[in-house]
């Protein structure tokens, strides 16, 4: 009798530490592949597994349902997981949804459909998302112009904005690379597709583009830019109708007092900013901070703000990371001037040092937007032509991952922005 009831105590305890959930941690210290962390919890999503982003619980960690298919593929992909039963999953619940406690659990319900904006052609540059997706093994689908001035950008939940010039200037290569080949055979491809697509110019081909792209976001899209797409495109939108291009680029002069014209009502982050008129000057505008920083690469990072879990999962889902101070890296556009950002728009990554903005999020319409300074979070200061970072050697990157959680909330289950 008593090994009876010495087996029955053995089997309900066993039952009741039965496992049910797996929680993928996103510390420092436990988890060995950050980044492909977010492509497991794409990869359940798409599986129709439910899964929940907890927000500041341990670096943003994720709690998914325990089947095997999902430990066997944590296990191939290199991610680390925890086995936890009922009630230590009951535990984590009442931590986080205790009102002392700045977490949040957000379910996430459908993984978004993706689009990557970049040209057909090799370049002679890559991109850092296009680089991340692939690494975490998330699926998108590449599209340009003909596709998106065809209305299929509507195919899509979450765009992004490669390194790209939407102001018809060729990126502002003309100084450098004017005679470099590739600079010359990209400048007769954009000037054939324009042709074909029945626009006189680039300039307009790519404001036509810039304005579909817009429709998107207001209709209730998700863009992401970085780099060089950030303020060439809000330039593109202020300056709709008015030339400002010089001759190099579109074959006749500018237009006449054009900074006057410019229309900051129509741009989604940026105001009052003066535009570079020199042609081979590498600069847009003065919303860029490259050429006015003056931060050693050894004291460049970037501080992460705090906000609500409980009050504005948004922001907080994009700031979701192991640490609050992030390496900062250079691009065409590294940083933005924080007094040419609009009051509407919320600062998400800070140097203080310089008064700059690195990270930052709006809202346009029903849709939202995030623009990402920089060109590579691993590369302090890419070059055109240098190799592409191999992921596998900064798989716990800091400024990765905030890319893949841009990447990933548009999956969240809505709740209002309160900020």
Same mark, same amino acid.
């Given at each position: 009798?008593?090994?009876?009831?010495?087996?029955?105590?053995?089997?309900?305890?066993?039952?009741?530490?039965?496992?049910?959930?797996?929680?993928?941690?996103?510390?420092?210290?436990?988890?060995?592949?950050?980044?492909?962390?977010?492509?497991?919890?794409?990869?359940?999503?798409?599986?129709?597994?439910?899964?929940?982003?907890?927000?500041?619980?341990?670096?943003?960690?994720?709690?998914?349902?325990?089947?095997?298919?999902?430990?066997?593929?944590?296990?191939?992909?290199?991610?680390?997981?925890?086995?936890?039963?009922?009630?230590?999953? /009951? $535990?984590?619940?009442? %931590? !986080?949804?205790?009102?002392?406690?700045?977490? #949040?659990? +957000?379910?996430? *319900?459908?993984?978004?459909?993706?689009?990557?904006?970049?040209?057909?052609?090799?370049?002679?540059?890559?991109?850092?998302?296009?680089? /991340? $997706?692939?690494?975490? %093994? !998330?699926?998108?689908?590449?599209?340009?112009? #003909?596709? +998106?001035?065809? *209305?299929?950008?509507?195919?899509?939940?979450?765009?992004?904005?490669?390194?790209?010039?939407?102001?018809?200037?060729?990126?502002?290569?003309?100084?450098?690379?004017?005679?470099?080949?590739?600079?010359?055979?990209?400048?007769?491809?954009?000037?054939?597709?324009?042709?074909?697509?029945?626009?006189?110019?680039?300039?307009?081909?790519?404001?036509?583009?810039?304005?579909?792209?817009?429709?998107?976001?207001?209709?209730?899209?998700?863009?992401?830019?970085?780099?060089?797409?950030?303020?060439?495109?809000?330039?593109?939108?202020?300056?709709?109708?008015?030339?400002?291009?010089?001759?190099?680029?579109?074959?006749?002069?500018?237009?006449?007092?054009?900074?006057?014209?410019?229309?900051?009502?129509?741009?989604?982050?940026?105001?009052?900013?003066?535009?570079?008129?020199?042609?081979?000057?590498?600069?847009?505008?003065?919303?860029?901070?490259?050429?006015?920083?003056?931060?050693?690469?050894?004291?460049?990072?970037?501080?992460?703000?705090?906000?609500?879990?409980?009050?504005?999962?948004?922001?907080?889902?994009?700031?979701?990371?192991?640490?609050?101070?992030?390496?900062?890296?250079?691009?065409?556009?590294?940083?933005?001037?924080?007094?040419?950002?609009?009051?509407?728009?919320?600062?998400?990554?800070?140097?203080?040092?310089?008064?700059?903005?690195?990270?930052?999020?709006?809202?346009?319409?029903?849709?939202?937007?995030?623009?990402?300074?920089?060109?590579?979070?691993?590369?302090?200061?890419?070059?055109?032509?240098?190799?592409?970072?191999?992921?596998?050697?900064?798989?716990?990157?800091?400024?990765?991952?905030?890319?893949?959680?841009?990447?990933?909330?548009?999956?969240?289950?809505?709740?209002?922005?309160?900020?």
């Amino acid at each position: 009798m008593f090994k009876k009831i010495i087996c029955l105590l053995v089997f309900l305890s066993v039952i009741a530490a039965k496992a049910s959930f797996l929680l993928v941690p996103m510390d420092e210290s436990t988890q060995q592949n950050h980044l492909k962390a977010y492509g497991i919890t794409f990869w359940c999503l798409e599986k129709n597994y439910k899964a929940s982003w907890l927000l500041n619980y341990r670096g943003g960690s994720f709690l998914l349902p325990d089947a095997m298919e999902i430990r066997k593929e944590c296990q191939i992909r290199g991610v680390s997981f925890e086995i936890i039963s009922d009630a230590e999953q /009951v $535990l984590i619940s009442n %931590e !986080i949804a205790s009102p002392s406690q700045n977490m #949040e659990s +957000v379910v996430l *319900e459908k993984a978004p459909k993706i689009a990557v904006y970049t040209p057909k052609g090799k370049q002679p540059w890559d991109d850092a998302v296009t680089l /991340v $997706l692939t690494y975490a %093994e !998330i699926p998108f689908t590449p599209i340009y112009d #003909e596709e +998106v001035l065809s *209305e299929q950008l509507l195919l899509y939940d979450w765009l992004h904005l490669h390194h790209e010039d939407f102001t018809g200037q060729y990126g502002k290569f003309y100084g450098a690379y004017k005679n470099v080949p590739w600079y010359i055979e990209q400048k007769k491809e954009s000037e054939s597709l324009a042709t074909k697509l029945g626009y006189s110019k680039v300039s307009h081909e790519k404001g036509a583009v810039a304005k579909k792209i817009r429709d998107f976001v207001i209709g209730g899209g998700f863009m992401f830019a970085m780099c060089s797409a950030t303020d060439s495109f809000d330039i593109s939108l202020a300056a709709d109708g008015v030339d400002i291009c010089e001759a190099m680029f579109d074959g006749d002069p500018s237009e006449g007092n054009y900074q006057a014209k410019m229309n900051y009502g129509s741009s989604f982050a940026f105001k009052d900013f003066t535009l570079e008129r020199r042609p081979e000057q590498y600069e847009f505008s003065d919303i860029d901070m490259t050429s006015k920083r003056r931060v050693p690469m050894e004291k460049d990072y970037f501080t992460l703000m705090e906000f609500s879990a409980k009050w504005d999962p948004i922001p907080s889902m994009l700031c979701q990371n192991h640490t609050q101070l992030v390496k900062g890296f250079m691009g065409q556009t590294t940083a933005f001037d924080a007094s040419l950002i609009k009051s509407n728009v919320l600062l998400m990554g800070t140097c203080e040092l310089n008064g700059e903005a690195r990270y930052i999020h709006g809202q346009k319409g029903k849709g939202m937007f995030t623009f990402y300074g920089g060109h590579d979070p691993e590369d302090f200061q890419h070059q055109v032509g240098d190799a592409p970072t191999v992921l596998d050697l900064h798989a716990n990157s800091p400024g990765y991952r905030l890319i893949l959680n841009n990447v990933l909330f548009p999956a969240a289950r809505k709740k209002k922005l309160k900020t």
